[in-house]
């Protein structure tokens, strides 16, 4: 399958593997771009140059296909070190970069100028042609359903991608929910040129994170996320567990005073202790309502090779045969 995405970054098949905070190490990207997608190191997770560094050149040890980062603007007290992620970026040779949060104008000449194509992730139309105004080359369309911070306006996929086909010139991918051909398919009938999955990714072989997690994910059904941080404009879609019905709790008492320091126990550093120890308790973790549609535990290379004759027998199948 031929799409702008799969052009532009050069890869076999029009599936990208969203950056994921403690998910994806080089392991994960590896695998995802060994099997023909995109894989994607989360950037912020290493933290500082070094490490992130480090973590490019591990990857480039286990796929000779190519890989992005993925850099997350977060409105934090302790900013990292953004400059110095972009020089391990560029100085590693990687040629793809998600960007997500806040707007990346001011790092899009760096990556313009060292021929990096930017995806930027974005949960609304109007925050997608600001992405396409400034510059950027591609947009992942993040729809209501994503694991992860589906921003604050509440629109599904269903409404979100025609939308965004409608005015966007850009080539976008959808994002959210996506798990499968049928995925890919609706997403190509809506007007994006590929797919973004998260959560789909952790629940494969190579994820490197604790079985529980995977597990967790097995089990869940798509009743199973909470909306959490909304009254802090900071709305994450996370799996349901102790932690996060105590954290809603909070929010209901304390309604409108609620402040980030009342639930920084159930939110603040908890990624290593579920995602390495499995301590599935332990805190807020992003997962989307996909986990409904989530039942095995392939490589990603069985995933996405079904994913990708699956879709040919939709495409060819079900859908031409509608036409006679
Ligand atoms: C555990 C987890 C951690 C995530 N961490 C990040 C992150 O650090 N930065 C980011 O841009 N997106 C992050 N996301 C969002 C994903 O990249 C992707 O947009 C989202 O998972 C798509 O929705 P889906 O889970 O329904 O496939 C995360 C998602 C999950 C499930």
């Known amino acids: 399958m031929k799409t702008r995405i799969t052009e532009m970054f050069g890869i076999e098949h029009p599936i990208i593997q969203g950056g994921m905070h403690y998910v994806g190490f080089a392991e994960m990207a590896a695998a995802v771009s060994n099997a023909g997608g995109l894989g994607i190191i989360t950037g912020l997770t290493q933290g500082t140059p070094e490490k992130l560094a480090n973590e490019i050149a591990r990857c480039k040890d286990m796929t000779d296909k190519p890989f992005g980062v993925n850099l997350t603007f977060l409105p934090t007290v302790n900013a990292p070190d953004y400059p110095g992620l972009v020089k391990a970026i560029i100085d590693g040779g990687v040629k793809a970069v998600e960007t997500a949060g806040n707007n990346p104008a001011q790092v899009l000449p760096y990556f313009k100028d060292a021929g990096v194509k930017v995806i930027h992730k974005c949960t609304s139309v109007r925050h ?154 332990a805190g807020a973790w992003s997962c989307g309502m996909v986990a409904g549609l989530i039942s095995d535990i392939p490589t990603c290379k069985e995933l996405i090779d079904g994913i990708m004759a699956e879709a040919e027998e939709i495409i060819r199948g079900r859908l031409a045969g509608f036409l006679n």
């Open 128 to 281: 997608s042609l600001k992405a396409q105004s400034i510059g950027c080359d591609a947009v992942s369309v993040d729809g209501f359903e994503c694991g992860g911070h589906p921003g604050e306006d509440d629109i599904p996929n269903m409404i979100l991608l025609p939308r965004a086909a409608d005015e966007l010139d850009i080539p976008f991918v959808a994002s959210g929910g996506m798990a499968d051909a049928r995925s890919l398919v609706a997403s190509l009938a809506m007007g994006a040129e590929g797919m973004n999955m998260g959560t789909r990714f952790i629940a494969t072989q190579e994820a490197p994170v604790h079985e529980n997690v995977k597990k967790a994910i097995v089990a869940a059904s798509e009743l199973d996320t909470r909306l959490v941080m909304r009254p802090l404009r900071n709305t994450e879609r996370v799996m349901t567990n102790d932690a996060v019905e105590r954290l809603l709790e909070k929010e209901r008492k304390l309604g409108d005073d609620l402040k980030f320091e009342d639930i920084i126990e159930e939110v603040a550093g908890v990624y290593p202790r579920i995602m390495t120890e499995g301590d599935m308790d």
